[in-house]
């Protein structure tokens, strides 16, 4: 059996992360391991880092067992989602995926496919349940 000890889940505050976001804690709460929250900042991007910043400092889990972390960062999501886990000494990360396939998935890339290949630790990838539709753009964004 393998001991997971620390749990990352990367968020873009989409449906499809907030998904991911249940299954992150179901796991912390069974494994008693702690929940790393982190949202990757794109350099450039137009809304500020510390908007993001509060923005994740509201997501937490209803069970104040779980003890919880939030980090920020800046660059490209897949890249700074799987350094961060193998600094950090991540068990498993938990990643919502859009679910993308064809020319859709070649033009807007695949954070989730790229942590799944790239990252040193096991990574649990959820989706949307079949038929469920998610919204275009992350609703944080659209606030």
């Known amino acids: 059996m393998i001991r997971v000890t620390r749990i990352l889940y990367p968020t873009d505050f989409s449906s499809y992360s907030n998904q991911a976001y249940f299954h992150a804690v179901g796991l912390a709460e069974a494994s008693g391991a702690s929940l790393t929250i982190v949202y990757v900042h794109a350099p450039g991007a ?55 396939a064809g020319a859709d998935r070649l033009v807007m890339g695949s954070v989730a496919e790229r942590v799944m290949r790239e990252a040193s630790c096991s990574v649990m990838v959820v989706k949307l349940p079949k038929g469920a539709a998610g919204p275009e753009r992350p609703v944080a964004a659209r606030a």
Do not use: F
Not at 55 to 63: F, G, I, K, S, Y
Not at 79 to 84: D, N, P, S
């Open 46 to 100: 137009p809304d500020s880092a510390a908007h993001w910043r509060d923005q994740l400092e509201q997501v937490r889990p209803a069970n104040p067992k779980i003890p919880v972390s939030h980090i920020l960062l800046e660059g490209d999501p897949a890249t700074e989602i799987t350094r961060y886990a193998a600094d950090a000494g991540i068990d498993v990360i938990v990643i919502g995926t859009h679910g993308r």
